[in-house]
């Protein structure tokens, strides 16, 4: 079920951006369109233990990339897309941050991706997204870090390694919160 949506929607992405001007656009269309088809497809998005979110990330990911989109202007239009679709169909929004920072970081290693790069851009994409929708930027910066530590540590430590350093090196993130989140995962 999981590899069918990673794949239909890395199909998807593709068809969406190809050849067209805005692709940061077209890819978030894409992926909201992805995530609330998922959900409708499955029934009642509570009962789902969100996994769906991470595959759709993870396909999104390997479309966007496979037609020339740069990774971490995909990675941002992603999770982006993934958090506020979710919110919009009343899901758990702090849940499917984790999710969507894990599937972006994982279509990313499937791909040979700069998981230092795409780290920062998940989190970066989950802050935005926060923003958007009105939820407590702080608490979904905390699980976008999270989503990225674990999906980092689940492929090996250097990928783990290295979307700490890259986390801790970003003037863009706020580092006490990152700081914070790298000392409560090493626990």
């Known amino acids: 079920m999981l590899d069918k949506i990673i794949n239909e929607t890395s199909k998807a992405v593709v068809a969406s951006i190809?050849?067209?001007?805005?692709?940061?656009?077209?890819?978030?269309?894409?992926?909201?369109?992805?995530?609330?088809?998922?959900?409708?497809?499955i029934g009642e998005i509570g009962k789902s233990g969100l996994e769906e979110v991470a595959a759709v990330g993870a396909g999104a990911i390997k479309g966007a990339v496979k037609v020339g989109t740069p990774i971490a202007e995909a990675t941002k239009g992603t999770v982006r897309a993934l958090i506020v679709g979710v919110s919009d169909i009343g899901g758990d929004v702090i849940g499917a941050t984790k999710k969507a920072t894990k599937g972006v970081i994982q279509g990313a290693a499937d791909i040979g991706g700069d998981i230092g790069t795409v780290a920062v851009a998940a989190v970066e994409g989950a802050i935005n997204?926060?923003?958007?929708?009105?939820?407590?930027?702080?608490?979904?910066?905390?699980?976008a870090i999270t989503g990225v530590l674990k999906a980092a540590d689940d492929i090996g430590t250097e990928a783990a390694s290295t979307a700490k350093k890259a986390l801790l090196a970003a003037a863009s993130l706020p580092k006490d919160i990152v700081e914070r989140v790298i000392k409560g995962s090493s626990k």
Do not use: P
């Open 18 to 41: 190809e050849g067209v001007d805005d692709i940061i656009t077209a890819l978030r269309t894409a992926v909201k369109k992805q995530i609330v088809g998922v959900f409708k497809d």
């Open 129 to 143: 997204a926060a923003k958007v929708i009105g939820v407590d930027t702080i608490k979904t910066a905390e699980a």
